[in-house]
């Protein structure tokens, strides 16, 4: 029996005959339920930095291309490593410190800057690429950057 609301899952191979994949969009994001989730998993290849595999899923395979999809996912990637900056850590943390967490009123830290900068990524890349072509990509923090569905 079919879900009528798809869920996040690991994958296990290609997707079963009756799957919506590669099938033309129906219906309008944001307002119905999505037929599908794709699940881009972490990368744990380069230790703990926090990125997502480069990997094309092939359930997107006809809706856009390789090439798009590993810029979307380089670009969220960058931005990732620059977030979590060890050094800029540091330094937001000194400055805290120095000013008795005062600096907090006035100044956002180096790790806030680049999550709002990330969400403007990821609304950018949903409008202009991933919805046109009936997909929608979900915010990451939500389930603790995991993975993007």
């Given at each position: 029996m079919k879900r009528s609301v798809p869920v996040s899952s690991y994958y296990y191979?290609?997707?079963p005959a009756d799957s919506a994949y590669f099938t033309p969009p129906l219906g309008q994001i944001g307002v119905h339920h999505p037929r599908?989730?794709?699940?881009?998993?972490?990368?744990?290849s380069g230790g703990e930095?926090?990125?997502?595999?480069?990997?094309?899923?092939?359930?997107?395979?006809?809706?856009i291309t390789p090439t798009q999809f590993l810029e979307s996912i380089n670009a969220?990637?960058?931005v990732l490593?620059?977030?979590?900056?060890?050094?800029?850590?540091?330094?937001?943390?000194?400055?805290?410190?120095l000013s008795l967490q005062l600096s907090r009123l006035f100044l956002?830290?180096?790790?806030?800057?680049?999550?709002?900068?990330l969400q403007r990524l990821m609304d950018e890349l949903n409008r202009q690429l991933?919805?046109?072509?009936?997909?929608?990509?979900?915010w990451?923090?939500?389930?603790?950057?995991?993975f993007v569905s």
């Open positions: 191979g290609p997707p599908e989730i794709v699940r881009v998993e972490r990368d744990y930095i926090v990125q997502f595999a480069s990997t094309f899923p092939m359930e997107l395979e006809g809706r969220i990637n960058e490593i620059s977030a979590y900056n060890l050094w800029r850590s540091v330094v937001d943390n000194c400055v805290e410190i956002s830290t180096h790790y806030q800057r680049e999550m709002s900068r991933f919805n046109p072509v009936g997909l929608n990509m979900l990451p923090r939500k389930v603790g950057f995991l």
